[in-house]
């Protein structure tokens, strides 16, 4: 073992050096970094070493690495200080089961004015909507809908009447034309609705946390608007953040 305690192993340098390049733009969210073969010989390593650091940079989040297509910046690097949660994000990796979900309603409807303008489809357009109450340990949780465009919906089975078998994520990704990069939401309170008070088992005008998330692909494109009614009184959202 070297005595030398500045000694740093090959692979840290090498993921040290993605990880700066990645919070100073280099590799926005949603790029390839260069694949194996061009590391390998930046760096003058081995592939051995440069596979090592890929892996421990997707261990942290901070990279997504597919098969026989390379690796892909991830939206939210692993250690920045953040602790509100991401609903959206849950919504996309929640496992439906007949424990945790209550499927409302599945199948084509008329897309709402605020959703349609989402999706980039003409008011009024057919989209497939998926709406389900969430429960937690018992207790009516969550009212998520999940609004897609009807070819989106179509290879993704959104439409399907039973429970889903794998995460929407997966889904989407198959799905989607291009690889799903982000999630852009909107979070604001209003009074339940009638449909909110029936399904949350609230009563009309208690209040409510709407959590609105589009999801979005590396062509721009939107792939899915799903909302989450959040009942007040059990949920709150909590942030944290360097200064």
Avoid: C
């Avoid at 980039?120 to 207790?139: F, K, M, Q």
């Amino acid at each position: 073992m070297s005595d030398d305690a500045g000694y740093v192993p090959k692979y840290v340098r090498i993921l040290e050096a993605l990880q700066e390049r990645i919070q100073n733009g280099t590799y926005p969210v949603g790029e390839r970094l260069p694949s194996e073969t061009a590391l390998v010989q930046e760096f003058a390593v081995s592939r051995p070493t440069v596979v090592r650091a890929l892996n421990d940079l997707e261990l942290l989040g901070w990279i997504e690495r597919e098969h026989g297509r390379g690796s892909f910046v991830k939206a939210r690097p692993a250690g920045e200080a953040e602790e509100r949660p991401r609903m959206g994000l849950a919504v996309l990796d929640r496992q439906e089961s007949p424990e945790s979900v209550r499927l409302v309603e599945a199948g084509r409807r008329s897309a709402p004015g605020w959703v349609a303008a989402r999706l980039g489809l003409a008011e009024d357009a057919s989209v497939v909507l998926r709406r389900y109450v969430g429960v937690h340990e018992g207790i009516t949780s969550d009212l998520v809908s999940l609004w897609a465009p009807l070819d989106i919906a179509g290879k993704a089975n959104l439409g399907q009447q039973g429970l889903l078998t794998v995460p929407v994520r997966r889904l989407l990704t198959v799905a989607a034309s291009g690889r799903l990069v982000r999630v852009k939401e909107t979070i604001s309170a209003r009074g339940a609705d009638e449909q909110d008070a029936k399904l949350l088992e609230l009563s009309p005008g208690d209040p409510v946390l709407s959590v609105v998330a589009s999801v979005l692909d590396s062509t721009g494109r939107t792939v899915l608007v799903a909302e989450v009614a959040l009942p007040g009184t059990l949920h709150e959202l909590t942030d944290s953040y360097p200064i």
